[in-house]
């Protein structure tokens, strides 16, 4: 029975990994200080004899006694609302909880999956993004706490497999949703969701042009697990192509959700929001044959059913 610890394993992507790898067959241990992860979404876990959950901050020493096969190093919070907020505990656990959790996969002869993000690329100046594109970031900037911090997370990741020949996988995640975000995130999908359920105003921000895609969580996660048991190092982009301006999306989720809402427009909360955001998934589709299968409007109906019951 493989093992796997999983950094980040109370907070939503980090949760549906956890259900995928014990489905899997995986004996599985989960470290979350719950910053902004919630023992809700792992609750239908804990009985679960393969199941583990410690209350633990991943930036301190980290050990887990017994071996360890697989690092799944999801830790982080990855909001837009969390970058003014929580700007130096972003930073500290992707540098130092990235170095803590490298360590720990060395002294087990570990696995080492990063779940790196497409903010890496910034405000891209290359369309769609491919893996070889080196960005356009600002460093100083208030989403360069989260960008430059994941930049800095791939390069010490790449550092321990050239080094030590540590076994590693880089995934670098597009926008992705779905049930058990929290409705306070601050991004697109909650919302929206949220203001179209609770008839408020949807608000867009700047002129609406500004494009993501939208990736269902189930797709990502058949994503992570098919690099972690293939030969590939990456980084790989796993995201769903199909692009939508925030318009569109808006239009979208007010529609499916019948609400009264109107549209507003707001100015740009930051002069550094990405204008168009698109993986190349010819890598994830050519080496790890895989591509997303649930359409949006499929997944935004199991989305907001998950937030009915939270509003």
């Known amino acids: 029975m493989p093992r796997a610890l999983v950094t980040g394993g109370a907070g939503f992507l980090g949760s549906h990994l956890c259900d995928r790898l014990l489905a899997e067959g995986f004996e599985v241990v989960v470290f979350d200080n719950l910053i902004t992860g919630s023992t809700d979404n792992i609750a239908h876990l804990i009985d679960n004899p393969r199941f583990r959950f410690v209350h633990y901050d991943v930036t301190e020493y980290l050990y887990l006694d017994g071996p360890v096969d697989f690092v799944f190093h999801l830790a982080s919070p990855a909001s837009p609302a969390d970058f003014t907020t929580k700007a130096i505990q972003i930073s500290k656990v992707n540098a130092v909880g990235t170095h803590k959790a490298l360590g720990l996969a060395r002294a ?22 491919t893996e070889d ?32 020949g540590l076994d590693i996988k880089i995934v670098r995640i597009f926008n992705t949703y779905g049930p058990r975000m929290r409705l306070s995130d601050g991004r697109v999908v909650p919302n929206f969701i949220g203001q179209a359920l ?9 002129d609406g042009s500004q494009t993501r895609s939208f990736c269902f969580c189930t797709d990502l996660i ?11 190092t990456g980084p790989i982009n796993i995201g769903n192509p199909t692009e939508r301006t925030m318009l569109e999306f808006a239009q979208q989720i007010k529609a499916l959700t019948n609400s009264p809402s109107e549209i507003i427009f707001q100015p740009l909360l930051t002069p550094d929001d990405p204008k168009q955001r698109r993986p190349d998934i010819t890598r994830a589709q050519t080496l790890l044959g895989w591509e997303p299968k649930v359409s949006l409007e499929e ?12 509003v």
């Not at 002869?109 to 769609?128: K, Q």
């Open 108 to 129: 087990k002869n570990a696995r080492f999956f990063l779940a790196s993000t497409s903010e890496v690329y910034g405000d891209p100046l290359v369309h769609p993004q």
């Open 299 to 310: 997944g935004l109906q199991k989305t907001i059913a998950y937030f009915q019951s939270r």
């Open 198 to 206: 609770r008839g408020e105003p949807i608000t867009v921000y700047g």
């Open 133 to 164: 594109y080196l960005g356009n970031v600002n460093p100083i900037g208030v989403r360069g706490v989260y960008d430059e911090a994941k930049r800095f997370a791939e390069s010490i990741t790449m550092a321990y497999h050239r080094s030590h």
């Open 222 to 232: 058949d994503g992570f697990y098919r690099l972690v048991t293939s030969d590939q």
